[in-house]
């Protein structure tokens, strides 16, 4: 049995007593794969890869028949940085490698099916049995040389460059276009196809509160972040992100990026912290990141439900050591996890973290906001608000960390309320067909 790896995209910024989202680590939602996961190594042509799910007709056995059908799936190479490779051409036409990234979903995977009576189209000797852990949905993935075989389908992610937007059947989602860490909308697809907006005008305010010297404030007029290459499958928009320091009137090109990952229903923004000092040697309480969003008129805020804690500045001022008793109550081991979350009549809306224990320990967790001009004085943010506007947000606390790269994962989950939610990226078990029933031939 084998379980999907992380896959490091090593990365490290770092603002001198300030600090910056980017990212280390990417993983593939809603299931993955790496081509060294697929053992003994599968010979084949990227193109050639293919996933088919079946069911039984009528009762399981020798005699039923079978009715099989293609999973979408997309297959990206990846480069010796560990990034996804945007600059390779036709890279489909190439064989399999053991770095290679296999996505793809599992909605509908079907029965376990005796591969002795009941032969996968396009079959050969290397085929793998895909299981969803706890559950009894099963696909097989083989190698296909028939290209009639070969359809995945239409693309579930549209993207516009032109527009700066990501659309699917459950959202549209709309980039800020000088800086794409943040966003301009997010609207939810109703049954009727007509668009419900649901959060819009992100910004970003990092706060520095040097001991002994003055307080410095970040935004996105310091802080950019471009996008670089996108490429579009089966399964998901693939995108990279550059990011640009501005002090002054100079730009500072950090020859940085992070690939982002956007689905059908989802999206995976990996970041990172990075801090060149120890920060609880250099920083005083309320030195952090705030990450705050407008909620619109139309929206109730009855439907708002957060699992993380309100913004306390008083624990904040006490610092890090006291904070972190707060957020150590949303761990379950070694990892930590925080949501906010809003429904409208049909679709929801839900923003999740996944922190390291070691972290939250530390006094860094999101801590939600609910008004962010009820605190904007007594945290110090330098942040200008419109009149009237129904702001909110999450509160990183970083005074308590030390120095270095830390890693955590943020998810969006934008889909039906009745979706039942899933661990991301969803696990998968494989097993080589042949340690069940020997090699099979079509």
């Known amino acids: ?145 028939d290209k009639d075989l070969l359809k995945n389908g239409p693309q579930t992610v549209l993207f516009n460059k032109q527009k700066s937007s990501l659309e699917t059947r459950h959202y549209l989602y709309e980039f800020n276009n000088e800086n794409f860490m943040q966003f301009d909308n997010i609207y939810l697809r109703r049954a009727n196809k007509t668009l419900e907006r649901v959060a819009n005008n992100s910004k970003l305010v990092i706060t520095s509160d040097v001991k002994n010297f003055f307080t410095l404030h970040f935004d996105s007029k310091q802080i950019e972040s471009r996008l670089e290459d996108s490429r579009l499958g089966p399964i998901a928009n693939l995108a990279r992100l550059t990011f640009f320091l501005r002090i002054l009137f100079f730009k500072l090109d950090m020859s940085l990026s992070t690939d982002v990952a956007f689905f059908e229903d989802s999206g995976h923004i990996p970041m990172m912290i990075n801090l060149p000092v120890d920060s609880y040697r250099y920083l005083n309480p309320k030195s952090g990141i705030l990450y705050t969003w407008v909620l619109p008129n139309e929206i109730n805020r009855n439907t708002i439900k957060t699992r993380m804690p309100p913004l306390d500045v008083g624990k904040i001022g006490l610092g890090w050591k006291n904070l972190s008793q ?52 007594s945290m110090d943010w330098d942040i200008d608000l419109e ?56």
């Open 1 to 145: 049995m084998l379980a999907p790896r992380l896959l490091c995209y090593g990365l490290s910024y770092g603002i001198y007593l300030g600090a910056v989202f980017t990212s280390q680590k990417a993983e593939a939602c809603p299931a993955a794969l790496f081509g060294q996961d697929l053992l003994p190594q599968i010979q084949a042509k990227r193109q050639e890869l293919v996933i088919y799910s079946g069911k039984y007709t009528g009762v399981a056995g020798p005699k039923s028949s079978v009715q099989w059908t293609p999973v979408p799936l997309q297959v990206d190479p990846i480069d010796q940085q560990g990034h996804i490779d945007f600059a390779t051409k036709n890279y489909m036409s190439s064989s399999l490698a053991p770095t290679d990234l296999i996505m793809f979903r599992t909605e509908t995977f079907g029965d376990k099916i005796d591969l002795k009576n009941h032969k996968i189209p396009c079959l050969h000797a290397d085929v793998f049995e895909m299981k969803v852990p706890g559950t009894n949905r099963f696909a097989y993935l083989t190698n296909c040389h």
């Open 326 to 377: 707060t957020g150590m109550a949303y761990c379950r081991s070694s990892l930590c996890q925080y949501s906010f979350g809003l429904e409208t009549a049909e679709k929801s809306l839900t923003m999740k973290m996944e922190i390291k224990r070691s972290l939250v320990e530390r006094g860094f967790f999101p801590q939600y906001v609910g008004d962010v001009g009820q605190f904007k004085e």
């Open 387 to 442: 009149p009237g506007e129904r702001r909110l947000g999450m509160y990183f606390e970083f005074s308590g960390l030390p120095k270095g790269g830390h890693p955590w994962n943020f998810w969006l989950k934008m889909n039906d309320k009745k979706t039942t939610s899933t661990t991301c990226p969803i696990p998968m078990e494989v097993l080589y067909q042949s340690q069940l029933n020997g090699p099979m031939l079509k």
